[in-house]
């Protein structure tokens, strides 16, 4: 799981420019499952088709999303900094003072204006500096509309933790990778579908159109959430080690409790440890899951995830691989 984590951190996928990271899921998915393909919306997607003759399967849907946060270039100053606009929900105070990379490889810094207070801190006030002697100089480089992000990579911690960037939503794209390879050994009777999506951060957009085309029977997104285990954090049933988290709620879905509480079952009889996540503010793409087409049964497996939307997200690989196990011995079942 930690290799697979560097590798899939290692390379940006900023919302709306997926493709990078798409490819090299290519590589990684296209030897476990039966088809792959990519969608007019962007969206990478691999089924695995399952042992039961075809009219009794079911469809089942496992959903992570690709992209991550970043800034798209809106203005070149004469002096050569470079102002930009948020791609998703930008947390400028962990933000600065911190590197960027752009599409083309290129580095920068994104820093705020001279004298600016920290309660100041927020898109108007900041601008990247790639170094550039003048607004001639940056445009040899940069161009209106280019997108950038802060800077991957990871940071292994005590035991199985790491820190790093961007661990929303790579950490979900691992399980995902990590349950192919399970039932690669394993088949199921089910068609199970695995859909890395686009442009979570920016409203769910790609996972409404995925299980629009797939129309699902039963789907699982698989993201982090917040915890309620850091210093001065808000009372929160679900910390940093735990296990799976099984959602319950967030504000933007409400999951089918059937399936929850039949997950939780499941983590018991097989002892796999987990925990019930109710996420006050914020969502995930299970609900353009569950309100795609016809709709679908909708369940949601967690990594609790401390520091989220920053450059130093903190995990447990143990909670991934729960993920990983509980949704395997789900899937059995």
Known sequence: MLNLMKTLTAVRGISGREKTLSDKLLTIVAPLTDKCWTDSMGNFIAVRYGTAPEEERGR??????????GFLVTYIEDSGFIRVNAIGG??????????VVFGNGLKGILVPEAGTAPADLKQEKMYIDIGAK???????????GDFCA???????????????????????C???VKIAEKLKEEPVAD???FVFSVQEEVGVRGAKTATFGIAPDIGIAYDVTGTGDSAGAKPMACSVGGGAAIKLKDSSVICDYELAQDLAEVAKEADIKHQFEILV????DTSAMQMSGSGCR?????IPTRYIHSGVEMLDLNDAEACVDLTVAWLKK
């Open 60 to 69: 089942i849907m496992l959903c992570a999303h690709m992209d991550e946060i």
């Open 298 to 302: 909708v369940a949601a497996l967690s």
């Open 150 to 172: 802060l800077e991957g990579g990871i940071t292994r911690l005590c035991g199985r933790r790491i820190a790093g960037r961007p661990m929303d939503d790579r950490i979900g």
């Open 281 to 284: 503010a914020g969502g995930t």
């Open 134 to 144: 003048d607004k001639r100089d940056a445009e040899r480089r940069v161009q209106i």
């Open 90 to 99: 930008i947390n400028w105070v962990a933000a600065s003072y911190s590197t």
């Open 191 to 193: 068609d199970i579908y």
């Open 174 to 176: 691992a399980v995902l």
